[in-house]
């Protein structure tokens, strides 16, 4: 059986608390492959700071090394919000087995989510500790010790908390753009 864990986001900025994940997603025998794929444009906002293929880059780049992880362009080529299910069906039609990563500061908005009740009975959910947030039991639970924002990265960006081979790019990319 092919299963891999589809780990998806925004990531902008990517930061070590995105790559202490898939590091311990890498590491459950269970899953056979990470699939990082970043949004073109996430469903739940209206604008990004770096560019979709700038993002891309990026993952690509810190990821490049790590075996097992496939930096995925779907969303991206898309270039429009692209709801879960529609990349978890794409997804079904190479691999057995989905497992979504999500963190914890999305169960509550899970039923929001554009046809739940499908998604849910495709995959199943993996979610990542943040903030304190209790996880319910019928979840995996995949414990972080990264307590990071992107959001916050943006407003006041802080090269520590930026991948070492990037850090640099990054760091200058949202010095350059104002990030907010």
């Known amino acids: 059986m092919k299963t891999i864990a589809l780990y998806g986001g925004s990531f902008d900025p990517p930061h070590l608390a995105h790559e202490a994940i898939v590091k311990a997603l890498s590491k459950l025998d269970f899953i056979d492959k990470?699939?990082?794929?970043?949004?073109?444009?996430n469903p739940f906002k209206e604008t990004f700071t770096a560019p979709a293929l700038l993002r891309l880059a990026w993952l690509k780049e810190i990821f490049s090394s790590y075996?097992?992880?496939?930096?995925?362009?779907?969303?991206?080529?898309?270039?429009?919000?692209?709801?879960?299910?529609?990349?978890?069906?794409h997804l079904l039609k190479s691999y057995d087995k989905v497992y979504l990563v999500i963190g914890a500061d999305n169960?509550?908005?899970?039923?929001?989510?554009?046809?739940?009740?499908?998604?849910?009975?495709?995959?199943?959910?993996?979610?990542v500790t943040r903030d304190m947030i209790e996880i319910p039991k019928n979840f995996i639970h995949l414990d972080i010790n990264e307590d990071i924002s992107?959001?916050?990265?943006?407003?006041?960006?802080?090269?520590?908390?930026?991948?070492?081979?990037?850090?640099?790019?990054?760091?200058?990319?949202?010095?350059?753009?104002?990030?907010?």
């Open 67 to 89: 075996k097992n992880v496939t930096i995925s362009s779907y969303e991206v080529d898309l270039k429009k919000k692209v709801p879960t299910i529609e990349t978890v069906k």
């Open 34 to 41: 990470v699939v990082v794929m970043p949004t073109f444009l």
């Open 107 to 127: 169960v509550k908005s899970l039923p929001t989510w554009y046809k739940f009740d499908e998604l849910k009975k495709l995959v199943t959910f993996i979610v």
């Open 150 to 180: 992107s959001s916050i990265l943006r407003q006041k960006i802080n090269g520590s908390k930026i991948p070492k081979k990037v850090r640099n790019k990054i760091t200058q990319y949202y010095k350059e753009h104002n990030a907010r």
